[in-house]
């Protein structure tokens, strides 16, 4: 009976030998090339699917005017002539944001098939080159990033509680509410929900919020201009690793790209909606590119080099994870790759785990103290699980429990039911994720690929799921998994999730989302009918003849 539950516990952490069945690498990894370059066609195409995805960003920009999440004072729309008519005219305004977000949707699908690439006669893919991209994505960011928040009202809660730590006040230990007063400034547009709460950031992001506020003072359009600012950096950061890292696992640049950094939850959650996470993954993701460099190293590599890599890559793992913690999961990963170069021993890992550890505890020492705000950030770190959120599955599984209770008379279980659904959710997370570090270990699986599934296990399985949070697990498999049965899903439900929030972080009363929805429908639909031959709304059944020569765009 031992026998077999030891070796029941080794075929669950994967340490059994390798069968003849796929494993998850085969099931969402397949190497790509980078392709040859559009056709004049194609790149035809291009100019009008770039040019209707900023025609949509434009339209979610005005309609962000009066259906954005726009704060309750310093308002600088309110009573001004022409921009103050999108607050008096919500329908309209709520109907250009939602036809925008449409439209970017679609582009973003159009796109994807010149990113995803077609194939030529011979059988080598046809892409869409890296330049291409990168100003097709920079072009539907540029009206975002001047538009009002949309989407999410937590920018205000970044400024909020940024003005508590620059009064020298505890975040970790006090709500805006009680720091600032509920008729403050800045507590005002702070949703009801997270006034009495503290922070759930990290010290590396309110630090930054402290110099925010030292520069904006109590001017909240400034303040929010400076987040976005800070988002962006965070963005390109993203557009700078992404790459990389995708080269690293044999697929496509512009792929990965295109499924990552284009995806329209980045566009609408970490540009539009001024989300931290755009920070958390990027400074996240370099770390990890840095770090691979010290692992994966060529033999004219000096010690002093793969020393100085790790060491970089460590230190920004270490600050995204004092941004937001789950980011410091990457460490892991790095430290099981650093140990199977060293070996794979249980001395090799030990080694690894001393070295990565001890520099990670040096920047979260440095941050924590240097900031002044200590580590109460560790007392906090469950604060997001005050909302239930029908995304993720252990939430979902007690809340629909409750309601089949209630509908049943037999009473609301779902505080019960979900002190169950929880702690299960968490014990498999925990087991996915070990058993990707052991697969790390092993060679079975890439870095990489291995951080972006145990990240989707957490996410799916964390007690609240918003719809930017399936990026932790999105961005970093947009590098490495290829296969249609992760591509499809991903892209189906960013497109839907992108799709139903509302633009003003909250709920309209349902009679105009239904006439805003009918409105998007027919436009919509008459733009689909009016471009039928100028957009490829279908596939051509045959590949047309590849020209000499391609035109750039």
Known sequence: MGGRLLGWGRRILGLDAP??????????????????????????????????????????????????????LQNPVQGVRGLGLAARMPSASLTLAMTGTALVILSWLLLGRFAIGRRDEDGAPRRLSRSQLDRTLLLWIVPLVVAPPMFSKDVYSYLAQSEIAARGLDPYAIGPAGALGVDHVLTRTVPNIWRDTPAPYGPAFLWIGEKITHLTGENIVAGIFVHRLLALVGV???????????????????????????????????????????????????????????????????RLQVAGWLAAGTALIALS?????????????????????????????????????????????????GSGLGLGWTKTLGTATEVRSWMSIPTLLGMGTGLGGVLLGLGDHTTAVLSITRPIAAFVAAVVTVRMLLAVLTGRIHPVGALGVSLGAIVLLFPVVQPWYLLWAVIPLAAWATRPVFRIPTIAFSSVVG???????????????????????????????????????????????RPAETTGA
């Open 19 to 72: 069968g003849a069945g796929a494993d998850v690498t085969t099931v969402l990894h397949g190497d790509e090339v980078e392709g040859r370059g559009l056709d004049a066609t194609e790149t035809s195409y291009l100019h009008r699917i770039r040019l209707l995805g900023a025609t949509g960003t434009v339209l979610m920009a005005v309609g962000a005017l009066g259906a954005g999440a726009q704060p309750v």
């Open 236 to 302: 390109a950061l993203i557009v700078w690793a992404l790459p990389r890292l995708a080269r690293r696992c044999g697929v496509a640049s512009v792929s990965a790209l295109w499924l990552g950094a284009a995806n329209p939850l980045l566009l609408f959650h970490l540009v539009a909606g001024i989300h931290n996470e755009a920070l958390m993954l990027g400074l996240m993701l370099a770390g990890v590119e840095l770090a691979l460099r010290g692992v994966y190293v060529a033999e004219s590599t000096t």
């Open 321 to 369: 994870s004092m941004v937001k913690v789950p980011s410091l999961l990457a460490l892991g990963f790095v430290g099981m790759a650093l140990a199977r170069r060293w070996g794979g021993t249980l001395r090799a890992v030990l080694a690894a785990a001393a070295v990565l550890a001890v520099g990670a505890g040096v920047v979260i020492v440095l941050v924590s103290w």
């Open 499 to 545: 799709m139903i929030l509302m633009p003003n972080g909250g709920e309209y009363q349902p009679f105009v989302i239904v006439q805003a929805s009918i409105v998007t429908i027919v436009v919509v639909g008459l733009l689909i009918v009016a471009t039928r031959s100028r957009l490829p709304w279908r596939l051509q059944e045959r590949t047309p003849p």
